[in-house]
């Protein structure tokens, strides 16, 4: 098997496909046998995977089994007792790259007398053909490992083969229908139950990149109902097709038309010149939704305010909350979103930063008593938003401009009430004291509408913003990036107030990196398409004569060319016999080995798509405008590089010292500088990395794409972390719930460190010509590092070089005088960046060793922090930790005089000895 495991991870190296992986995920029968015998937890677990092997950056997320399940499953003798149901999640790896799962539960018989492993399948004959065929029924999948095996007759097999004419029809017909808003599973296993059978549920899930929603539903869908009808190939083939078949389609070049069970699903994108991929009806928002409800939600995702949606059903969750965040563009939520928040996590309510979560309705009060009082709860089962602060129900009467928020811009928040109100009713909305569908369901035309008035609305009160960034912006600049001020006194009084917390909002600076600083061609292409809309709307002003050009969004050579039909089941996997499934069978790779890898499939379309890398991330920057700059990158450095080797009961001290170095240098850390600190607190302690963003994001630090995807890995993390929380008390967060820790939350710390304080220091410059013998004042030596900031020399009055040097009396003997070279701001800058590249991690430093043998840095950093007012005693020891600092600096002083001291280890062994007694 390990060269058909190799043989597939080459197949799949380079070829980016709509599909990732296929799952099955359950409960394994130990599992099952401690819930009926000792109560035990149902705990959900991935019983089979396709491709078995990571494919390319792509890490599956190893909390996806409770997400298939995320309010629990239960195990009956009755499949009228259990639930059956079809919908999506949307999760992010370990990197930040989103993940679509698509998820139908099925139900499975399990009994004594038909106990089976994972592996085992179950064929049963066939009633759809003739009753001339043979079959053979087997218990256990391994007498089926190849095709020789199975002794069918095929001849009598139904032949899913359809002429051009009925293909179009099927295509036609398929297009013309939605699966409803709560879809009612009607595909039903064939075997009856028995007394002694349990009923148990199962997850087959589809994992993609690409946001393909409502046809992977589909095709979930027409999968297992093939699984229950019969095939003539096992499932494996079936799935081995979707998953390493269909290459992922370039934007408005080629329509891929993929053939299942008789149906046509069609993956396409958009050109880059058109609004993104949309593949979920808005329908189904306006049905559980009336528009003023809409708009109002609209307003709170437009200033970034946390939402919750409450609902019976998952897959409402996840298409409700999926379509407002679509009705954004050009900006994007970059902060938490999780649609389907599984009961284990309800906690994740409490947490400081700003959320878009769904929680099943029956969790109503634990959502009051969690969340913040600024978020705002929208059950979609019941058509109403409330708030924790007022938790007073919206009347059906209540106007999309009533809110404690500031009011969308006057005028063209009523003209897009006014377009919204004109789409819908087309549509067939039902106008009562709101607008509201009567189905969730709306055509092609209706939908591209309302999103395109949604994308106007921006259009317009972002008219003029292009005057206003500063294109020649770096980090290191020190000048502005955006002029907020001057933008808002474009804009009339009564929408100042709004405006001033958009342009504030992440989304807005997340836009304008893309803008600055874009990563990739997709970056690049949203911009553009935003920028020439503005100019195509200023171009129908009757008041400009000249018209401005706008060839990307009139470039008509990026439509659809192709249409390129993906190599059909059966010709890939020629027919074999008859295959007809009891349950859901748990992929076999070793029977997909018997049959292969598809042989023909169409030519690669497009590589895989850039995704982040977070192994050494921060790349630290050596050009600084000002000493004041360099000593505090390097106190930021230093304080995520030592954050590790911090005692837990210390963390909290730790944050507050970043807080109170960053917000009275608020306009010293650039956003790589930040990136390194929230990259130590993902690394070594989550929750602080939560909390730290809070303070940097409610600070209006300008944080970048890169700290956006630490923030996503690290909430990764914590829901990795954290997927037992049986032992938490729901009284506590599991995320800190203020900007800055309380000490008292943590144990505290009894032991003192050494160098405390500064009376316990002592250490000065020192400056002195050998030639003349005159010693040179500290003015004199800043003056001449101003001059030259990268030497080490200074040159005396009388014309001769000399070296300042820097002098540390170590408190814990007065003996041991260090002295070494003194060093300008910038000197120092570039050393310890020089320092940083050489490590394997770097931003995990060991102190006490660089102490010890780099004295030179490391005095020097405590030097300039000491001058800055900057904290500097988290970098000494304990002093529990004294004696193996008194040995190691002992050792050191006496080790370049072992001439002398010839018993020089047996003094030290006594002395070691001593100080242990």
């Known amino acids: 098997m390990d060269q058909f495991f190799k043989e597939i991870e080459d197949y799949c190296e380079a070829y980016f496909t709509v599909a990732d992986y296929f799952l099955t995920v359950g409960f394994t029968d130990q599992v099952i046998k401690d819930h009926l015998e000792c109560g035990e937890e149902l705990i959900p677990s991935v019983l089979s995977q396709f491709p078995p092997s990571t494919r390319g950056s792509l890490n599956l ?30 999760l992010q790896d370990d990197l930040g790259t989103p993940l679509y799962c698509t998820c139908l539960h099925v139900l499975e018989e399990r009994g004594e007398e038909m106990k089976q492993d994972r592996n085992a399948i179950n064929l049963l004959p066939s009633t759809s053909t003739g009753s001339d ?32 004419t009925d293909r179009d029809r099927s295509v036609s017909e398929f297009y013309t229908t939605s699966l409803p808003s709560s879809p009612t599973f009607k595909y039903k296993p064939v075997f009856l139950e028995n007394q002694n059978s349990k009923i148990v549920p199962k997850a087959i899930v589809i994992v993609s990149r690409s946001p393909y929603l409502e046809i992977f539903k589909r095709i979930l869908l027409n999968i297992y109902k093939m699984s229950t009808d019969g095939i003539k190939i096992p499932m494996e083939c079936v799935i081995s097709h979707l998953m390493l078949t269909i290459p992922h389609p370039p934007k408005g070049e080629v329509e891929l038309m993929y053939l299942l069970n008789t149906h046509y699903f069609k993956f396409s994108m958009p050109p880059k010149n058109q609004l993104p991929l949309l593949d979920v009806n808005l329908g189904v928002l306006f049905h559980r939704l009336d528009l003023d409800k809409v708009m109002c939600i609209f307003q709170h995702l437009s200033l970034e305010r946390s939402i919750v949606f409450l609902s019976t ?29 599984p009961e284990k996590m309800i906690d994740f309510l409490y947490s400081p930063i700003k959320y878009v979560f769904g929680v099943h309705s029956k969790y109503k009060e634990a959502v009051y008593a969690r969340c913040m009082s600024s978020a705002c709860i929208v059950d979609l089962d019941e058509n109403s938003i409330e708030t924790t602060a007022q938790a007073v129900k919206i009347s059906q009467t209540a106007r999309y401009g009533q809110s404690t928020l500031p009011n969308l811009p006057e005028h063209y928040g009523k003209k897009l009430h006014k377009e919204l109100s004109q789409s819908l009713l087309k549509a067939g909305g039902v106008k009562a004291n709101s607008i509201s569908l009567s189905t969730p369901k709306l055509d092609e035309f209706t939908i591209k509408s309302i999103r395109q008035s949604f994308f106007k609305y921006y259009v317009s009160i972002f008219l003029n913003y292009g005057k206003y960034v500063n294109m020649e912006w770096t980090e290191y600049g020190g000048s502005k990036f955006f002029s907020h001020h001057e933008f808002l006194e474009t804009h009339p009084d009564n929408s100042r ?15 304008l990196e893309k803008k600055l600083r874009p990563k990739n061609n997709d970056d690049y292409f949203e911009v553009l398409y935003f920028d020439e809309s503005i100019v195509a709307k200023m171009n129908r002003s009757k008041l400009k004569y000249t018209k401005a050009s706008t060839p990307f969004i009139e470039d008509k050579s990026v439509g659809f060319k192709d249409v390129a039909q993906v190599p059909s089941l059966y010709s890939v996997y020629p027919a074999v016999g008859w295959f007809q499934y009891k349950n859901f069978p ?82 010293f850390p650039t956003p ?24 940097l994001s409610s600070s209006k630090f300008l944080i970048d794409m890169v700290c956006i995807k630490i923030l996503r890995k690290t ?26 820790i309380n000490s008292d939350d943590l144990a505290e710390n009894s032991r003192k460190r050494i160098f405390t304080g500064e009376g316990e220091i002592n250490i000065f410059v020192r400056g002195f010509c050998k030639v003349c013998g005159r010693k040179i004042p500290n003015t004199e030596i800043a003056e001449q590092h101003a001059d030259n900031p990268y030497s080490l020399a200074c040159r005396c009055k009388c014309g001769e070089l000399y070296q ?18 003194f060093m300008s701001p910038k000197s120092l800058r570039q050393s310890f960046v020089e320092l940083i590249k050489d490590k394997d991690l770097p931003l995990k430093l060991d102190f006490d060793i660089l102490r010890l043998e780099l004295p030179m840095i490391f005095w020097n950093l405590i030097w300039q922090f000491n001058l800055s007012s900057l904290p500097f005693e988290f970098l000494f020891p304990y002093e529990s930790q004294t004696t193996s600092f008194l040995t190691n600096s002992i050792r050191k002083e006496m080790s370049t005089q072992t001439e002398s001291y010839p018993n020089l280890a047996e003094v030290l062994a006594i002395y070691e000895e001593l100080v242990s007694q």
């Open 497 to 511: 107030s709004y405006m001033k917390e958009m342009i504030n909002s992440q989304m807005f600076s997340s836009f």
């Open 715 to 740: 909430v990764s993390k914590l829901l990795k972390g954290n997927q037992n929380m049986e032992d938490i008390d729901c009284d506590r967060s599991l995320m800190i719930t203020n900007a800055i």
């Open 313 to 341: 059903n998952e897959d409402l969750l996840t298409s409700c909350s999926y379509c407002l965040l679509s009705l954004l563009y050009p900006l994007q939520w970059t902060l938490l979103y999780i649609p389907v928040l």
């Open 133 to 164: 065929s043979t079959f053979e029924t087997a218990s256990e999948r391994s007498e089926y490992f190849s095709p020789e095996n199975i002794r069918v007759t095929i001849s009598e097999c139904p032949n899913y083969e359809q002429s051009s």
């Open 804 to 821: 300042p040097q820097l002098k540390v009396r170590n408190c814990l003997d007065d003996a041991i005088i260090v002295e070494t070279i």
């Open 586 to 667: 748990d992929f076999d790779l070793q029977l997909l080995s018997a049959y292969g890898l598809p042989k023909n499939r169409l030519p690669k379309c497009r590589d895989y798509p850039d995704t982040p890398s977070y192994t050494n991330i921060y790349i630290p920057h050596t050009h600084w405008p000002t000493n004041q700059h360099c000593v505090i990158a390097c106190w930021i450095e230093v304080w995520a590089a030592s954050l590790w080797h911090q005692d837990l009961a210390d963390h909290s001290d730790m944050l507050n010292k970043a807080i109170f170095v960053l917000g009275k240098y608020h306009k």
């Open 61 to 90: 997320p190893t909390t996806l089994p409770m997400f298939c399940f995320p309010w629990g499953a239960s195990i009956s003798q009755s499949k009228a007792k259990l639930a059956t149901n079809l919908f999506n999640l949307i």
């Open 672 to 695: 790589s500088l930040l990136s390194a600190m929230l990259e130590s607190c993902c690394e070594f302690n989550a929750s602080l990395g939560i909390s730290l963003f809070s303070f």
